[in-house]
Nanobody
Framework: VKLVESGGGLVQPGGSLRLSCAAS????????MSWYRQAPGKERTLVASITSASGSTSYGDSMKGRFTISRDNAKNTVYLQMNSLKSEDTGVYYCHARLFQNVYWGQGTQVTVSS
């Protein structure tokens, strides 16, 4: 099982980024997938999740209306579209997969929101 994030970078406040999480070793559509964020000096927190069966989505309170999690089953990839970015969105974004009792993390991708 491997998760590889990409798409991070430096963006100005109000800008947008799309993060990708390429999964291998399993079928991502069959398991719940999530994005987490870890800001400097803070704990890792949940950003968004997508379920396996119905593809229902959920978001952290501060992300609702700005972030969208989605999945491309053909590419075995999960995305996080982030709009109207704020400085407080700065952090390392991690892809997360839960396969029954096992949890897997990607290496993370840095997002910096700054003018």
């Amino acid at each position: 099982v491997k998760l590889v994030e990409s798409g991070g970078g430096l963006v100005q406040p109000g800008g947008s980024l799309r993060l990708s999480c390429a999964a291998s070793g399993f079928t991502a559509s069959m398991y719940p997938m999530s994005w987490y964020r870890q800001a400097p000096g803070k704990e890792r927190t949940l950003v968004a999740s997508i379920t396996s069966a119905s593809g229902s989505t959920s978001y952290g309170d501060s992300m609702k209306g700005r972030f969208t999690i989605s999945r491309d089953n053909a590419k075995n990839t999960v995305y996080l579209q982030m709009n109207s970015l704020k400085s407080e969105d700065t952090g390392v974004y991690y892809c997360h997969a839960r396969l029954f009792q096992n949890v897997y993390w990607g290496q993370g991708t840095q997002v910096t929101v700054s003018s």
